[in-house]
């Protein structure tokens, strides 16, 4: 199940982050990206109830998408999302108790890390991916230069990822990105403008195959 989750987040290259106003929009914005092709959809705990949003996304969506959590710091809160029914968990940071909960409910485990020895860290503590972040300052090369002596990582960058650089970062051999406000922007929440966030969505899974070639 687990390998299943990851493989459809890696195959759709494109992972929805997600800091909505509130959880009563997050149905419409998860129909929106599908619409779009992005069909792996991480709310974070930014998000007023992201818990109670999770939980009936998961009952709402069936298969449509895999629901994940995001910004998670601690153990604890790991829990009660997996318990909520997140599919994958997602951090800022390396907490090695967070990867531990993770890997004992068989849940996608995505901790985030910026130096070359904190991803390592991360990786041999289980992490099936490891986030870069932020990643804005480092910029496609990082990558590269990452795994030209370690291969056998799987990388995502999320922080200043946009349709440009979606395709470079793929590239430079990142297995997909997180995107936040350059694809579920403020404004287009302000105005309800699904339309035009499913279009920015199908950009992103373009720009994904571009860099895939």
């Known amino acids: 199940?687990?390998?299943?989750?990851?493989?459809?987040?890696?195959?759709?290259?494109?992972?929805a982050?997600?800091?909505?106003?509130?959880d009563a929009v997050l149905p419409d914005i998860a129909r929106a990206l599908i619409a779009g092709g992005v069909v792996a959809i991480e709310v974070t705990m930014t998000t007023p109830n992201a818990l109670h949003g999770i939980e009936h996304l998961r009952g709402l969506l069936g298969?449509?998408?895999?629901?994940?959590?995001?910004?998670?710091?601690?153990?604890?809160?790991?829990?009660d999302a997996i318990h909520a029914g997140a599919q994958f968990v997602v951090s800022p940071v390396f907490n090695a108790a967070v990867v531990d909960t993770a890997k004992k409910h068989e849940i996608v485990s995505i901790p985030g890390?910026?130096?070359?020895?904190?991803?390592?860290?991360?990786?041999?503590?289980?992490?099936?991916?490891?986030?870069?972040?932020?990643?804005?300052s480092l910029g496609p090369a990082y990558f590269k230069d990452l795994?030209?002596?370690?291969?056998?990582?799987?990388?995502?960058?999320?922080?200043?990822?946009?349709?440009?650089?979606?395709?470079?970062w793929i590239k430079a051999g990142a297995v997909c990105v997180g995107a936040g406000s350059?694809?579920?922007?403020?404004?287009?929440?302000?105005?309800?403008d699904w339309n035009g966030m499913t279009a920015i969505a199908?950009?992103?899974?373009?720009a994904v195959r571009k860099g895939r070639g």
């Open 63 to 79: 298969d449509e998408a895999v629901v994940g959590v995001g910004t998670v710091l601690d153990a604890a809160t790991c829990q």
């Open 182 to 192: 350059s694809l579920v922007s403020k404004e287009m929440l302000a105005k309800s």
């Open 147 to 168: 795994l030209a002596p370690m291969p056998f990582l799987k990388l995502t960058p999320t922080g200043g990822v946009d349709v440009k650089s979606t395709t470079e």
């Open 113 to 136: 890390a910026f130096t070359p020895t904190e991803i390592l860290a991360a990786w041999n503590a289980g992490a099936d991916v490891v986030k870069v972040f932020p990643a804005t």
């Open 202 to 206: 199908k950009e992103f899974i373009q």
């Open 17 to 22: 982050v997600i800091r909505a106003p509130s």
């Open 1 to 15: 199940m687990k390998n299943q989750i990851l493989a459809r987040m890696i195959d759709c290259g494109v992972v």
